[in-house]
């Protein structure tokens, strides 16, 4: 069994580098790394092209494409064309294993049916982290703002990928979407007690964005008839007063002196703390 990484990257000097050392420190390297970048404008490519002769000295098959694309989706199907390996695990930029691991735990259990293997998740806040396991799959017969996994999290069959597809209109939630058709379809998906990935808090479905997303996936599961009309329009209803209401903070958190926000960054870390984000050591020795 081969294994593709994909990362998907746009003007991400500031992340792209800790990703390619997570994909360079996994414990095996009999795997394929395609990069693509949608032409940044930044030090991006210049970066990878850095760590191209230290990935292929570790006899990682490596293959970096820049050009323009049609957003992440977009780059994404692209990516799941281009991919070799039969499964294939999204880390884009930003993204880092969980553990030098990762690859060869899910080469060590995964079983030829799989279509779909998924692990849990490390959740991370500045520089604290909570412990995420995926939930049941259940999740998908209901109206869920969010997926039972993140997507950065499982490993899908490219053959699967290249016949279901990103439905490229969504610009957030395409992957909940995937994944829910797969579900509905009955493809046989495989759970792993492990994480498999570190999701930081403020990427493109998390904070402004966020109330985006959660129209997205009202208008996912209205389309795979998981809600009614009725239901459809209430859930749209209720997503837009919250829009509202986080416009009217956000137009009063500018206006605030800086002593004021400060001081509500320090009360958002420590909704954090109560919510059980720790210090990555603290974590680590609770796994043990």
């Known amino acids: 069994m081969l294994i593709t990484v994909a990362t998907i990257c746009f003007n991400a000097e500031n992340e792209i580098q800790k990703t390619l050392e997570s994909v360079m ?7 394929e790394y395609l990069v693509i970048d949608g032409k940044s404008k930044d030090h ?5 092209d850095r760590y191209a002769n230290k990935l292929k ?4 098959e490596f293959v970096h494409i820049s050009e323009p694309d049609g957003g992440i989706y977009n780059a994404m199907n692209k990516a799941a064309n281009l991919a070799t390996g039969d ?8 993204d880092v294993f969980a553990s030098d691991n990762v690859i060869s735990k899910v080469f060590s259990e995964h079983n030829p049916d799989d279509d779909v293997i998924y692990g849990d998740v490390i959740y991370k806040y500045e520089d604290l982290f909570k412990y995420g396991k995926a939930g049941p799959l259940s999740l998908f017969e209901t109206f869920q703002f969010k997926m039972p996994f993140c997507h950065q999290s499982a490993f899908t069959k490219s053959e699967v990928l290249r016949k279901y597809r990103y439905d490229e209109h969504y610009r957030i939630s395409a ?3 995937f994944y829910l058709r797969c579900y509905k379809d009955g493809l ?8 498999f990935s570190i999701f930081e808090l403020g990427g493109a479905s998390t904070g402004e964005r966020s109330m985006e997303m959660h129209r997205e996936v009202a208008e996912i599961c209205y389309e795979n008839k998981i809600l ?12 837009q007063k919250q829009i509202n209401q986080s416009n009217i903070k956000r137009k009063i958190k500018k ?3 800086v002593f004021l926000r400060q001081y509500i960054k320090i009360r958002r870390r420590r909704y954090f703390e109560r919510k059980g984000y720790v210090p990555l050591n603290i974590l680590e020795k609770s796994l043990n």
């Open 25 to 31: 420190s996994q414990d095996v390297t009999n795997f």
């Open 44 to 48: 991006t490519n210049e970066i990878i």
């Open 57 to 60: 000295e570790k006899g990682i």
């Open 87 to 94: 499964y294939v695990v999204y880390l884009n930029a930003g």
């Open 175 to 177: 992957d909940h979407d």
């Open 188 to 195: 046989k998906m495989h759970y792993i007690a492990k994480a």
């Open 228 to 239: 009614t009309k009725n239901e459809y329009e209430s859930a749209l209803h209720d997503i």
């Open 255 to 257: 206006r605030l002196p």
